[in-house]
């Protein structure tokens, strides 16, 4: 792949103490995304930020290059998006122009109408649910799930909730798609007073739910951890590192 100033794309030196700032680079006009040792990179112009899976802004094609940094960061171009099996030749179009798609199942089509995850789900769209992200994983455009245990953002935890999890873990295992912890939903779920303590005294949050990611860790598989962040504020803060903690507590490897 090249850039817009047609050269070759070019790894970039972390100049960083805290890992929260990353003085790398200055262009003029660009959004760039990528991922690197487990965190997510959102690059604007002065500035790039260890950051979410997505950006705020708009994106454009290629970015700047300056060649007077060395190799050190891969940089990658990426999109969160819904997957709709009727949108196969836009997920093919993306992925001749970004170098990986996240997919981030916000809703999904059931009964005639599309149905919106924040809502307190059925047993049978919840089962749906899984369907769908499942055949979303198996199509092979997505690397990463995001916040894939959202189906039971307005509900108890319950058998039903464990079967769907239990799809989608294994899922992601067989097509090789890595699963996130999305830091966003803490700060979400604090927002909207949807935290509580589980019987062994355990905070826990309508996502990220520790019962999906005690299942992850029952099928030995990794987790990234991602900020999510939908400001710079965001990046690596008191939130970021409750999710390691919380990650840490249930035994999970982090990618």
Not at 139 to 163: L, M, N, T, V
Not at 179 to 188: K, T
Request: a negative charge; one cysteine or more.
């Amino acid at each position: 792949l090249k850039n817009k100033l047609n050269t070759p794309h070019e790894q970039f030196k972390v100049f960083s103490q805290n890992n929260r700032l990353l003085d790398i680079f200055s262009g003029n006009d660009s959004w760039v995304m990528g991922v690197n040792n487990g965190y997510w990179i959102h690059a604007k112009p002065n500035r790039c930020f260890i950051t979410s899976t997505s950006a705020n802004g708009d994106m454009h094609e290629g970015y700047y290059d300056p060649k007077k940094y060395s190799s050190k960061i891969n940089i990658l171009k990426g999109l969160e998006i819904e997957y709709f099996e009727n949108m196969t030749n836009e997920y093919e179009a993306f992925l001749q122009k970004l170098d990986f798609l996240v997919l981030g199942q916000h809703y999904f089509y059931i009964d005639g109408v599309y149905q919106n995850v924040y809502n307190r789900l059925t047993d049978d769209e919840i089962l749906k649910y899984a369907q769908t992200v499942t055949q979303a994983m198996q199509k092979g455009y997505f690397k990463i799930i995001a916040h894939p245990e959202i189906f039971a953002y307005s509900r108890d935890w319950d058998e039903i909730c464990d079967q769907a999890a239990n799809q989608i873990i294994a899922s992601a295992k067989q097509y090789n798609v890595i699963i996130e912890f999305n830091v966003n939903g803490i700060r979400n779920s604090k927002h909207k007073k949807k935290v509580w303590k589980t019987p062994d005294g355990k905070t826990n949050y309508s996502y990220p739910r520790r019962e999906f990611f005690e299942l992850v860790k029952k099928a030995n598989m990794p987790v990234l951890i991602s900020d999510d962040a939908h400001d710079p504020s965001n990046l690596f803060d008191q939130d970021t590192k409750e999710a390691y903690k919380i990650v840490n507590d249930i035994g999970l490897e982090i990618i």
